[in-house]
């Protein structure tokens, strides 16, 4: 199969930033944090990176298509303004599509699309309880930069 990604369609945005940003207010809670505090982050975040529902200019949200299916999604762009480190901010496979590589092709995909827009390193969060995403990041050559811990009272 072969692995490309495309612009997520206007039209399809909104819809997907309610999809994407619902399941990441739970990923937050599902990491311990308070379920107040991960609402405000995952508000803040919605308005920082998506006024008016659209993407910053500088960042890119792409269907993974295999053999033009739309398998999942990629959410890239600059960590900060005007930052020539960028981020992957979201990426996603849809459940009946996992364990195929096509999230290794999408992120690899991801890397020359940030190096091609100025881009000279790249950078992730992602949560403990993620092991298989942990795998892959480690496998793509990404590398631990800083390490939260929590432990229950």
Same mark, same amino acid.
């Given at each position: 199969m072969t692995?490309?990604?495309?612009?997520?369609?206007?039209?399809?945005?909104?819809?997907?930033i309610a999809q994407s940003f619902s399941v990441y207010l739970a990923e937050r809670i599902e990491s311990g944090e308070a379920p107040d505090v991960a609402e405000a982050k995952v508000r803040r975040s919605h308005s920082e990176n998506f006024p008016n529902d659209q993407p910053?200019?500088?960042?890119? *949200?792409f269907n993974v298509l295999a053999d033009d299916e739309v398998v999942g999604w990629l959410w890239i762009g600059p960590?900060?303004?005007?930052?020539?480190?960028?981020?992957?901010?979201?990426?996603?496979?849809?459940?009946p599509f996992r364990r195929r590589g096509y999230a290794r092709t999408a992120l690899e995909l991801g890397h020359e699309q940030a190096k091609a827009l100025?881009?000279?390193?790249?950078?992730?969060? *992602?949560?403990?309880?993620?092991?298989?995403a942990?795998?892959?990041?480690?496998?793509?050559?990404y590398a631990v930069t800083?390490?939260?811990?929590?432990?229950a009272l």
């Amino acid at each position: 199969m072969t692995v490309t990604l495309h612009l997520m369609p206007d039209e399809r945005v909104r819809e997907w930033i309610a999809q994407s940003f619902s399941v990441y207010l739970a990923e937050r809670i599902e990491s311990g944090e308070a379920p107040d505090v991960a609402e405000a982050k995952v508000r803040r975040s919605h308005s920082e990176n998506f006024p008016n529902d659209q993407p910053l200019p500088t960042h890119r *949200v792409f269907n993974v298509l295999a053999d033009d299916e739309v398998v999942g999604w990629l959410w890239i762009g600059p960590q900060l303004a005007g930052s020539d480190t960028w981020w992957v901010f979201d990426i996603e496979i849809l459940e009946p599509f996992r364990r195929r590589g096509y999230a290794r092709t999408a992120l690899e995909l991801g890397h020359e699309q940030a190096k091609a827009l100025g881009a000279t390193a790249i950078g992730l969060n *992602v949560f403990g309880f993620n092991t298989g995403a942990r795998d892959l990041y480690e496998k793509l050559g990404y590398a631990v930069t800083a390490t939260q811990m929590k432990r229950a009272l």
